[in-house]
């Protein structure tokens, strides 16, 4: 196969070498033509180009992966559906709603599939975790902790962090949200509380939520850039799920326990570390790799991927109601309506 990568920043190597690693070609495509030159020449990418359009009309391909700002995810992915490409969209998939919906109506028109990549859910952990959950081990789900706290400095790989007006709700709120919505269920009702703790940052660099799900289950979600700890460790996601019969824990060090019947058991749930990777970006990295699989096996048996844009809307619901939530003091209800990819 052949696809072509718009975007060749930070994350885009991560792609890039996942896709060697699948085994297809990738054809590069930036603004700034020396950062996909510089790309190509570590990847033997055959072709490079400076806007998109042309490089969809010269080249004979099977998709697009998109790895740039949310500014311009709208614009490129009805490029790519008026051309009737597949596609894989980064994170967070639109700048709000409207855009998001038009996106997915873009796509659904042009009957072409539409991936978010919203990699959590596809980190070795989450999948164990997902797993036994799904299994009925624990019974049925009632409570969920999600905890992603840290003082790790992303500022240094992504220094326009610092200065977004909007921040851990946009740049982890979304990946902890699809994780609550994984494991639970969609949500009916959901309450936010946002804080600037770190003086150097714009935008909000903490939040908790509290959610109430269809299946009346009810998730505790926290968000944290600022969180001294000792030891500190590289960034987690932490996840408590209890059931009717038990709970399963997902631990610092991928400790995943199983607790049922008076009885823990303790699986050991750390991602391999791909050929060209590297700890402690291997769960990222093997996280990539597995959700790029994935693409590649819906584009072969023509099923939708997981998440599809029409799923992800719900989460970016949530992360956009969440802004509104916390400025207001209230708990909202969810609203939008379902929308097929």
């Known amino acids: 196969m052949r696809g072509g990568l718009i975007g060749c920043g930070f994350f885009a190597r991560n792609h890039l070498a996942a896709w060697r690693d699948l085994g297809v070609d990738m054809v590069l495509c930036d603004r700034d033509v020396g950062k996909a030159q510089a790309l190509a020449s570590e990847f033997g990418a055959p072709a490079v180009y400076g806007d998109a359009a042309p490089m969809i009309a010269a080249e004979r391909l099977d998709f697009v992966d998109i790895v740039t700002t949310v500014e311009s995810h709208r614009p490129l992915v009805e490029l790519c559906a008026a051309a009737r490409l ?17 996106m997915v109506m873009a796509a ?19 999948l164990a975790l997902s797993q036994v959950v799904g299994a009925g081990e624990i019974g049925t789900p009632s409570f969920a ?3 992603f706290r840290h003082a790790f400095d992303i500022y240094r790989n992504q220094p326009y962090l610092a200065t977004e007006p909007r921040l851990a709700l946009v740049d ?7 994780l609550a919505r994984f494991f639970l269920g969609d949500v009916t009702r959901y309450y936010c509380r946002t804080q600037r703790l770190n003086p ?17 289950a009810v998730s505790s979600v926290e968000i944290s850039f600022f969180s001294h700890l000792d030891p500190d460790p590289f960034p987690q996601t932490l996840v408590r799920v209890e059931g009717s019969e038990g ?17 823990s058991e303790t699986h050991d749930v750390e991602p391999p570390v791909p050929a060209w990777g590297q700890r402690p970006w291997h769960l990222i ?14 584009l072969r048996d023509g099923v939708e991927p997981r998440p599809s844009g029409a799923d992800n809307l719900r989460t970016l619901e949530l992360v956009y109601g969440a802004y509104d939530s916390a400025e207001r003091g209230v708990a909202l209800t969810t609203s939008l309506d379902e929308v097929r990819g």
């Open 172 to 178: 982890v709120g979304v990946h902890v949200l699809d």
């Open 247 to 263: 709970t399963a824990e997902l631990l610092p060090g991928y400790r995943l326990v199983v607790t049922r019947g008076g009885r």
């Open 285 to 298: 990295q093997d996280s990539v790799v597995a959700l790029q699989r994935h693409w590649l096996t819906c």
């Open 200 to 216: 150097r940052v714009r935008g909000e660099d903490a939040a908790n939520l509290l959610l109430d799900h269809s299946s009346g």
């Open 145 to 147: 902790r999600i905890s």
């Open 108 to 126: 659904r028109d042009a009957g072409v599939p539409l991936l978010v990549h919203e990699n959590f859910r596809w980190q070795k952990p989450m």
């Open 86 to 102: 597949p596609m894989v969209c980064q994170k967070p998939f639109a700048a709000d709603l409207p855009d998001g919906r038009d």
